[in-house]
């Protein structure tokens, strides 16, 4: 298979591929390099006959007998294919011979649902890929062994408007003098040991969009590094790689607003990073500006141009030589990295944790990083200032993926609020964070092994920009473990979505890749508790009717927040989901409504729990008394009944501690809470007493 399409000679001893041994090269994959030339029982290339027989070129004398002889043609065979004009990659005449030889990379004639992906190509001209010929499990993606692009340009097209791209596979060797551009949503893939020529001096282009917003931040990482012919996965600056369609960006060095012009103006302010920084330290933040080196696979911040709103694109262009093959960035213990997807590829999230953890078998020898990858996410405020920033880290592992917290307060004025959940595809020049797991310094790696081509607008790959809506119900059809997410709504309007999943690679206790921390604190706030830790989203090994996982809620201000089923992926309908208020030794089933309840501020842990049984199997008890909960909210001057089971209750009562009636309510909603105005009265301890057909409830409340 690696000599397809060409001929091979003896290099040294062993066998090697003509191409390559007579440009002097040696890929790194290299499946012949072992195989001895004196184990060969005959070669016949095919270009000598004597007479009716074909030459063995082996040395071995093997002659071979040609039957049924017709007529002897000159060579034409594709050793390589070698462009011929500028054109289409699909049309014959693009290639020297293409009329009597099939198409580079394209369906084999043998069986039509599958491509040769063992081609070598050499191109000089300006040639365009189009990948819709090719079989629908293909994906858009065309793969080749080798590719010389030594001059002109190759274009893979697409759209970005239209979601359009395709795909181009390097399997062995890719040298590039000429340039390749990567329309709209292609991609450039090279697999594990795929090497990329230190020597070549050309460079690859790719778009991405971020906001245009001049006020919203996004996280980037470039796929190329600077052009040069000594080194591969090179450092750059921003100027050397980043480029307003065709023209150079206009770096604006002193200010904090990027202009609407052409090119484009940024002010270079916003470009930090945070390389190997201590954990969750604002002061640790690197100024970069656009002047400052950013090395390959380390991620960085900027702002838009003012282009548009928060909803709509900038579109940026990538210039430089593709990194490619391992890039490692030291990580050391008690720090943060920002860092980011290096490649002209998407990379499987999945495949990085897993390289970079102990948890997948013969992968990482320690856990490197803590398992969780966090996506910043900046709504909306048009605003510089720090503290009004409107944004948070939507969290992934191998469990899935919740979205960025959130406070309705402040983003209800902008109109715009985060609804992004990171897919497992990472796209093109996604930055994200990660924190450290293990002592001492150890190497972040990314690997060509976590390359794939999946385009950005597909559900599984999310590029974290304010206008796109991916949300937790587009998730891989493939996946079919179980999940539960669930969104808490605070009396404040803060919000967080959390995440429990089974995976029989998890346990009750913490997982390293499966368990994710709660890396931001909200002054309202939910959390999955796990060994009196926080966690935003927690893998457990089954859903069954013992299992309990326990929530922690923190309330600023006293007031009734909401816990609700966001969304349920492969949940059978038969599994009941209940909280269990274990101070009420209440059960709501959250698949019948949403859960509401009154309570005051401050941390409640060790209350509330996720169940999938009532306790002994006895269900809910309708009319149990004890179920409800009364309180008096100074801040409103308000009595608060809580009737999470929506019982009947006749009145309420409320006494001073001589016993003298001063309120009395009747005819009561029946509702889960329910606020009456009780105002004007005098400081002091007063009783509180709900009565119903079924008993009555008493309780005691401070009133100043």
Not at 212 to 222: K, L, M, R
Request: glycine share 8%.
């Amino acid at each position: 298979r690696y000599v397809m399409n060409q001929e091979i000679k003896e290099n040294g001893t062993f066998v090697g591929p003509t191409y390559f041994v007579d440009k002097s090269v040696t890929p790194s994959k290299n499946e012949t390099s072992t195989l001895p030339w004196a184990d060969l029982a005959a070669y016949y290339p095919m270009s000598t006959y004597t007479y009716t027989n074909t030459k063995d070129e082996s040395g071995n004398g093997n002659q071979g007998a040609l039957r049924q002889l017709r007529t002897v043609d000159r060579q034409t065979a594709p050793l390589p294919y070698i462009s011929n004009q500028n054109g289409d990659w699909d049309t014959s005449s693009t290639w020297i011979n293409g009329n009597v030889q099939t198409i580079p990379g394209s369906n084999s004639i043998v069986d039509n649902t599958k491509t040769i992906d063992w081609n070598i190509i050499q191109t000089n001209h300006n040639i365009t890929l189009d990948n819709s010929s090719l079989p629908s499990t293909n994906n858009g993606n065309r793969s080749v062994l080798g590719l010389f692009v030594d001059s002109n340009k190759l274009t893979v097209i697409g759209d970005t408007s239209l979601n359009s791209g395709y795909g181009l596979t390097v399997s062995h060797y890719l040298y590039l003098d000429g340039d390749i551009d990567l329309e709209g949503e292609s991609q450039l893939i090279q697999t594990t040991g795929s090497d990329l020529a230190v020597t070549s001096a050309g460079k690859v282009e790719r778009d991405q969009q971020g906001t245009a917003d001049t006020f919203i931040y996004n996280y980037w990482s470039s796929p190329v590094g600077i052009p040069n012919t000594t080194s591969n996965n090179n450092s750059y600056t921003l100027p050397n790689v980043m480029r307003d369609g065709t023209q150079n960006i206009n770096w604006i060095t002193s200010g904090y607003n990027g202009t609407d012009t052409a090119p484009v103006g940024l002010a270079d302010y916003w470009v930090w990073k945070y390389a190997n920084q201590l954990n969750d330290n604002y002061a640790s933040w690197q100024h970069v500006r656009s002047s400052g080196t950013i090395q390959a696979g380390e991620g960085f911040t900027m702002k838009g141009p003012g282009s548009g709103t928060p909803s709509e694109d900038q579109n940026y262009v990538f210039v430089g030589k593709p990194n490619n093959g391992d890039i490692t960035l030291t990580l050391s213990a008690g720090n943060d990295y920002l860092i980011g997807n290096p490649y002209a590829s998407a990379i499987d999230a999945n495949e990085f944790i897993l390289d970079n953890t102990n948890t997948g078998a013969g992968r990482a020898s320690t856990d490197i990083i803590d398992g969780s990858l966090y996506f910043w996410e900046h709504f909306a405020n048009a605003t510089h200032n720090l503290a009004e920033y409107e944004g948070g880290y939507a969290t992934r592992n191998l469990i899935d993926g919740v979205k960025a917290r959130s406070n309705h307060i402040l983003i209800n004025a902008s109109g715009v609020v985060g609804e992004k959940i990171p897919g497992r595809y990472i796209p093109v020049s996604q930055g994200f964070f990660v924190t450290a797991f293990s002592t001492g310094d150890n190497n972040i790696s990314f690997k060509n092994s976590q390359r794939v081509f999946r385009k950005e607008g597909d559900s599984t790959s999310v590029f974290m920009k304010t206008n796109n809506k991916n949300t937790a119900g587009s998730i891989e059809n493939a996946d079919t473990r179980q999940k539960i997410w669930l969104m808490f709504d605070s009396s404040n309007g803060y919000h967080r979505q959390i995440l429990a999943g089974v995976d029989e690679n998890a346990t009750d206790l913490v997982d390293i890749g499966y368990d994710a921390k709660l890396n931001e604190y909200n002054a309202e706030d939910m959390f999955w508790e796990i060994n009196s830790e926080k966690f935003v989203i927690q893998g457990v090994s089954n859903f069954d009717t013992y299992q309990v996982l326990p929530l922690g809620v923190k309330a600023n201000t006293e007031g009734e927040i909401t816990i609700r089923i966001d969304e349920l992926q492969n949940i059978p309908e038969s599994t009941d989901i209940f909280i269990h208020d274990t101070v009420l030794d209440t059960y709501h089933d959250l698949r019948e409504n949403d859960f509401s309840i009154y309570l005051t501020s401050g941390m409640h842990t060790s209350r509330f729990e996720i169940v999938f049984e009532t306790d002994s199997a006895l269900g809910i008890n309708d009319d149990n008394i004890e179920s409800i909960d009364l309180h008096y909210s100074n801040s409103n001057e308000t009595i608060i009944l809580v009737n999470p089971n929506y019982l009947q209750i006749d009145t309420i009562e409320l006494f001073d501690m001589l016993g003298k009636s001063i309120q009395r309510i009747t005819e009561i909603p029946v509702e889960n809470t329910v606020e009456i105005k009780a105002s004007n009265l005098s400081s002091g301890t007063y009783i509180l007493k709900a009565s119903a057909e079924f008993g009555i409830t008493t309780k005691k409340v401070i009133i100043n």
